[in-house]
């Protein structure tokens, strides 16, 4: 099982970015999904959370300005980022917990790649 994200890129501040992360190969279930981010000479930082029940959780620097969603038929999380500022720039990574069909009951921690979002006039 892996995931695979896209979004990121450069954006001027006040700007908005999309990022999608998708699960794919042989998943039993994915329960929590999130975001992480890493900026440079920082350590990384949950974003963003969505459990399995839907409840959301936030970062409080991103709170009313970002926003997780997920597709549970798609096994996709989403994180929409609106009202950036330069202290958003960093290295964005989704997360999940999944399990595989060969053991459905064991569930184990699964990054993406890091995409790279920049806020910057």
């Known amino acids: 099982v892996q995931l695979q994200a896209s979004g990121g890129g450069l954006v001027q501040p006040g700007g908005s970015l999309r990022h999608s992360c998708a699960a794919s190969?042989?998943?039993?279930?994915?329960?929590?999904m999130g975001w992480y981010r890493q900026a440079p000479g920082a350590q990384r930082e949950l974003v963003a959370v969505?459990?399995?029940?839907?409840?959301?959780d936030y970062l409080d620097s991103v709170k009313g300005r970002f926003t997780i969603s997920r597709d549970n038929v798609r096994n996709t999380v989403y994180l929409q980022m609106n009202s950036l500022k330069p202290e958003d720039t960093a290295v964005y990574y989704c997360?999940?917990?999944?399990?595989?069909?060969?053991?459905?009951?064991?569930?184990?921690?699964?990054w993406g790649q890091g995409t790279l979002v920049t806020v910057s006039s």
């Open positions: 997360n999940a917990d999944m399990a595989d069909i060969k053991y459905p009951h064991e569930e184990f921690e699964v």
């Open positions: 190969g042989s998943i039993a279930s994915v329960s929590d």
């Open positions: 969505i459990f399995d029940d839907g409840i959301t």
